[in-house]
């Protein structure tokens, strides 16, 4: 066994009554068998030869002392500074989770956050463990009582239910897109877009028109600067396609690395322009009133124009099918962005002199991103009929621990999150059971919506994830006892 630190004294008195009965028990069997066993060898039926008072004794002697000379043959645990912690685990099958705590009921240090055997070293009295003495900003903790106790939890059922706020994602393996960037519809068919990706990274992905995920495209240097331009392109930069640019605050053409300036009639504050089919150009335009869409020929010719409600995310980068007439919209409002694609209808016909008609459009694409770094801007948008309620704690009954009568019987459950992901956690802050592994959260809610399931949502900013977790009461305290800490 570990030598213990003579600056603890462990004061579980129910802890080592239950150990002591074990080990008294264990003796006594062991006694019994062995004693049986030398009489069968000592008594032959023969010869009839009986055992002596004084030899009896002996070997009794010898039979109860065997088990304490088995302890003392087991390998003992590796030495340790600090403080020798030895417990009796509670007989539940799952993981351990253990804290030191203060007077004050504290915690001081995670000794052991979700703990299998194989974390502990196993001795006859228990399962035993080391505390350097310090708390888990790595300081000294003053010298006091301490006491050591958590919680084993067994089975634990999480199921992913859905994803809210992020129309890109519609699979597992699709990217998690916080922001498009740029996109373009190529010879294929598919989309290319250049987005950030939930972590901040730049992200370049195929779509099919629809929007469904196709495979990424490896980063490369010359795409990166070109937004999401052609692949040859890329790799030739001086024989790219020409394109659409707002240079100065007026449109502006960019042909073999050169880029020259275009003039448009009756443009107010162009925000973005592309090349579209037969060189034609589309240019947004934001007026005092409203942002509108307007294509113009290449010789500048107004040809029609796209009006957007006021009220709708407003347009900011725009893109032009090369072959047909089809645009894509990246449009943007207050904690939304939402991406468009526009195929032409039906043609206007000639408007009253100097102005074009409306055109009709149909719309083939749309996805949304509704931005998600904290609960209230998505509340509205998590598909309930009533808004979800978030509980800040959840109270479960405990499972019975029969080694402590005393254990607590109820758990004020909270929910955490740090690098990593979301876990469930005591009152006191003790980490008690994982529930995702998603990093870098922003925030993380649970609550009941009937029934014994807990419902949790969580966000990275780019996207809400809704869990299910079931058996969350399957939890058991336990106490590993009370130390007395001289401090360093």
């Known amino acids: ?85 030895t417990f009796m685990p509670p007989p539940m099958s799952g993981v351990l989770s253990l804290g030191i705590y203060d007077k004050k009921g504290k915690l001081v240090r995670v000794l ?39 919680f084993a939890v067994g089975e634990l059922t999480v199921e992913g239910i859905a994803y809210h706020g992020n129309d890109w994602m519609i699979a597992d393996d699709s990217p998690c897109l916080r922001r498009v960037l740029a996109l373009e519809l190529r010879a294929s068919g598919r989309l290319a877009l250049w987005a950030e990706g939930a972590d901040g990274r730049p992200q370049l992905v195929r779509m099919d028109q629809a929007g469904e995920f196709a495979g990424k495209i490896p980063l490369d240097p010359e795409i990166a600067k070109l937004a999401v331009g052609d692949d040859a392109a890329a790799e030739k930069p001086g024989e790219a396609p020409p394109r659409a640019v707002i240079a100065g605050g007026k449109v502006a053409l960019v042909e073999k690395g050169e880029t020259h300036p275009f003039p448009l009639p009756d443009l107010v504050k162009p925000l973005d322009a592309s090349l579209g089919r037969e060189d034609r150009v589309w240019v947004i335009d934001q007026t005092a009133e409203r942002t509108e869409v307007k294509e113009f ?143 870098v959260l922003k925030w993380a809610v649970m609550g009941r919506e009937g029934g014994k399931a807990v419902t949790v949502f969580q966000s990275d900013g780019a996207l809400v994830e809704e869990f299910k977790v079931l058996k969350i009461a399957n939890t058991m305290a336990f106490d590993a006892g009370d130390y007395e800490w001289a401090g360093k």
């Open 297 to 439: 020929s290449r010789a500048g010719e107004f040809h029609r124009h796209l009006a957007i409600d006021p009220a709708e995310p407003a347009p900011v980068r725009i893109f032009a099918s090369r072959t047909s007439d089809l645009i894509f919209l990246i449009e943007e409002k207050t904690g939304v962005q939402r991406v468009r694609g526009l195929a032409l209808e039906a043609a206007a016909k000639d408007g009253p002199p100097g102005k074009a008609a409306v055109s009709t459009w149909k719309t083939v694409l749309t996805k949304s991103i509704v931005a998600s770094d904290t609960f209230a801007a998505v509340a509205g948008q998590l598909g309930r009929p009533q808004p979800f309620k978030p509980e800040d704690k959840i109270r479960v009954r405990l499972v019975p621990n029969p080694l402590f009568q005393e254990a607590m019987q109820d758990l004020d459950v909270q929910i955490g999150i740090d690098t990593k992901g979301t876990f469930l956690r005591a009152p006191d802050g003790l980490p008690i059971r994982t529930l995702t592994e998603t990093p």
């Open 1 to 85: 066994m570990r030598e213990e630190n003579s600056k603890f004294e462990i004061r579980n008195s129910k802890q080592l009554r239950n150990v002591c009965r074990g080990e008294t028990a264990w003796r006594r069997a062991c006694a019994r068998a062995i004693v049986s066993k030398i009489f069968r060898c000592f008594r032959p039926a023969s010869f009839g030869f009986r055992i002596s008072d004084f030899g009896f004794f002996l070997l009794l002697l010898f039979c109860l002392t065997t088990p304490s000379l088995a302890q003392e043959d087991a390998p003992p645990p590796p030495k340790e500074s600090g403080v020798s912690i």
């Open 112 to 150: 052991a956050r979700e703990a299998t055997k194989k974390d502990f070293f196993v001795g006859l009295n228990g399962f035993i463990t080391n505390w350097d003495g310090k708390d888990d900003a790595g300081k000294p903790a003053p010298a006091g009582t301490y006491s050591a106790r958590g």
